[in-house]
């Protein structure tokens, strides 16, 4: 049996119905005249190799002319984000990367577990989106458990309330509060 090749050097296969053997570029590459998703075809004898050209993320190529755009920046989910319930979700400190994510969300409220108030980008974001900002200081872990029975009963009051939902819930990490919150919700939930 050979030895597995590198990660860089492997290839994606794909059988189609007709014989032919389809074979993903493990690399995105552009070909100036060839758009993006189109197959490069070459025919030997029977068989037909069928090169799809992925494009990188920053540009893509037109299918006419060969020239480039740039594209919008990725939608990156927030450090450790999690999908909770429906339309309830977790994570850590939303950075700016992570704004366009969190607007597909359509969010109602988001909710801050951390020692100090949300940064100005974060707040204006939720102003820009119509989304309820609500902080609840919680200072930085010390002990065993990160939260007080005041703090943990007041942080399910607001998951639980329906009219608040869609809701994102972050503390610092995504780890230690947030994780705490969430394990208070699931033993209300009656979960063992």
């Not at 059988?15 to 758009?35: A, D, E, M, Q, W």
């Not at 540009?59 to 999908?83: C, D």
């Not at 020692?115 to 989106?129: K, S, T």
């Not at 872990?141 to 607001?158: D, E, M, N, R, V």
Request: aromatic share 6%; hydrophobic share 35%.
């Amino acid at each position: 049996m050979a030895a597995p090749r590198p990660r860089s050097q492997r290839s994606i296969s794909i059988h189609s119905p007709t014989g032919s053997n389809p074979t993903l570029s493990p690399t995105p590459t552009v070909t100036p005249g060839v758009s993006a998703g189109h197959a490069d075809s070459t025919c030997d004898g029977a068989a037909q190799l069928h090169k799809v050209v992925l494009a990188p993320v920053s540009t893509f190529a037109t299918g006419t002319g060969g020239a480039s755009r740039a594209l919008l920046p990725p939608i990156t989910a927030p450090y450790r984000f999690g999908h909770v319930e429906e339309d309830l979700y977790r994570g850590g400190y939303p950075k700016s990367r992570n704004l366009r994510f969190l607007r597909r969300l359509r969010l109602r409220t988001l909710v801050s577990l951390t020692p100090d108030p949300p940064n100005d980008e974060l707040l204006e974001f939720c102003r820009e989106e119509k989304i309820e900002s609500i902080h609840v200081p919680v200072p930085r872990p010390k002990g065993s458990f990160p939260l007080t029975y005041a703090k943990a009963t007041s942080i399910l009051q607001l998951l639980i309330d329906a009219s608040r939902l869609p809701l994102f819930v972050h503390c610092l990490d995504g780890v230690l509060v947030t994780g705490a919150a969430i394990m208070c919700l699931r033993k209300l939930q009656m979960w063992t």
